[in-house]
């Protein structure tokens, strides 16, 4: 197939660049810049192929700035956006350990033991309301988003246009390369096994030719890491800080049982020191009594017992947000990596035949914590380059995107940004206190001031499992696990001093019962598996085991001889396995691949 232009992943990036393309050509369908040089007297042809089997499949609740998007729609309605509202009020709590089983450093207790002394003066449900919010985490005036139904509401627009055609369900396997060009995309093969073996109604993946090749595909998009496995990132350039973002959208109980003056529409709550000190945590109020309430879980903890899911359990049961939760019901469900290198883990933007936008190229920031309107104004600033371009006959040459969409982005305001957070998060590799210091030092001076860094591959940021059950009772955490079948990493947290989540079928459910009860979870048959284990000797010699651990659908789990088994049918796609494991053949690879696939979590209420 040819067209003008192929798009790989649909996400907010995507969202911004569609999005200018068609306001442009709306506004002058008749300009000759519009027309097709691959089918001539048509409009350009623009097809975009997206993983998920449906374009509401975004995995996240968001509180953003929203600068790029109410540029992009001046007269935004924000009603017209289902679960959107302006944001009217904000709080920055530091969370207490209530149960005493976090592990918190020596300076962290004192704190919370000082904060204990004024209990009445100061401290309220385990919770330190700071008096102010750091200005570079403000959100006033922006915008709570459900990303599934914003990501919906912008494509109901561009389809309804015509100029683009948005294909869900369409993996892409990776880039076409005509030596260092690219000159298109390949989709993946259908009718194979699970390990891509031809069978029964196989149909080889369609190669997709195009003029420009847009790679919006995320953090761990087959075909942007393709393109950097390629040609690789630019000098002093490393992707080495991740988090794993795990939420719940619980509908809370009537109005009578919640304070309507706390829990308004467009409240935002940003949270830390809990469940463990490296945790973030988040609450946003959308309409009709709805929240989206979760944690971050970074690289940097290097805690091999990461199970996401219950320390996000634990999470909603602090008293601070107990109070308002606890009887609610769970309405959704999900899980996503986030990229946190920002402008330090930023690819090549362009090169012959092909440009970046989005996370996937380094524009989060992680200063104020956003990236969904960077993302955007990504995607709408390399809009406006094409435009240009197309308006000037030229090609779509490295020299020609670097000219117009790299300069743009250079100058704007997501540049700016960028480069005051690229070294905020320096100082977490040394401790949450040395984190946050680094994180205020770099807020305040706009990164004038910062920590130096030092930062290991993912893989070396995982400690041994020995040292992650020093001073624990280990018989008992056997005990759990050879007795009760437990998997190892819940045992250490129990052995530690969890308490048993007492599940109530309603809010507090299994792991497997919120992947039936916030959404579905399915992998389209006639596909491969998208994870591999390179070398099954590693796996076989590592007690972390930290990919099950961190897998948010249970997708892998322990197998016989000690071995990782990938079950497709129940991963959504979060892309954690990828940076959660704790073995490396090559010293920069992590022993895990992650290939296109096909389905993952399917909820449009993210």
Partial sequence: MDVDIACVGFGPAMGGFLTTLTQAWSDNPGDPAFESKVLPGTPLQILCFERADDLAAGVSGVVTRARGIRTSFPNLKVEDIPMAAEVKQERMLYLLDPIGASRRSAALRFGDFFLRLGRRLW????????????????????????????????????????????????PVKGPLFANRTVVGLRLADQGVDKQGIPSDGFMPGMDVNARLTVIGDGPVGAVGRAVDDQLGLPEGHARRDWAMGMKFVIELPPIASVDETELQPGTVWHTFGYPEPEIFGFLYVHPDRLVSVGIFIPSWMGDPARTCYRYLQHYIQHPALWRYLKDGTLRSWGAKSLEESGRRGEPFLVGNGYARIGEGSGSTNMLTGSGVDEAWTTGAQLAESAIELLRAGRPFTEENLAETYVERRRASWVETAAREAED???????????????????????????????????????????????????????????????????ALMTARGWPEIP????????????????????AMPGFADHVAFRDLR?????????????????????????????????????????????????????????????????????
């Avoid at 599940?503 to 399915?522: E, F, P, S, Y």
Wanted: hydrophobic fraction near 40%; proline fraction near 3%; charge should be positive.
């Fill in 123 to 170: 401290l309220q449900d385990y919770a330190f309301e700071l008096p102010w919010t750091p200005g570079f985490l403000r959100k006033h005036d922006g915008l709570v988003l459900s990303i599934g139904q914003f990501n919906q509401w912008v494509a109901s627009q561009l389809m309804a246009s015509g100029l683009g055609q948005i294909w869900p369900a369409s």
């Fill in 424 to 490: 905020a998060r320096n100082g977490f590799h040394g401790g949450i206190v040395r984190g946050l210091i680094g994180m205020a030092l770099a807020g305040l001076t706009g990164g004038t001031l910062h920590l130096k860094p030092k930062l290991l591959p993912s893989h070396r940021q995982i400690k041994r499992a020995q040292a992650a059950i020093q001073n624990i009772e280990r018989k008992r955490a056997t005990e759990l696990v050879m007795d009760h079948g437990r998997p190892f990493h819940d």
């Fill in 503 to 522: 599940l109530d079928g309603r809010l507090l459910v299994t792991h497997q019962d919120a992947l039936l009860m916030g959404g579905k979870v399915q």
């Fill in 538 to 606: 590693l796996c076989a010699a590592c007690d972390e085991k930290t990919c099950i651990a961190m897998c948010s659908g249970q997708a892998i789990t322990l197998g016989a001889n000690h071995l990782p088994v990938f079950e497709r049918e129940k991963c959504v796609h979060c892309g954690g396995c990828l940076w959660n494991c704790a073995k490396s053949a090559d010293g920069v690879h992590n022993n895990l691949e992650f290939h296109a696939g096909s389905g993952g979590l399917h909820s449009a209420e993210n």
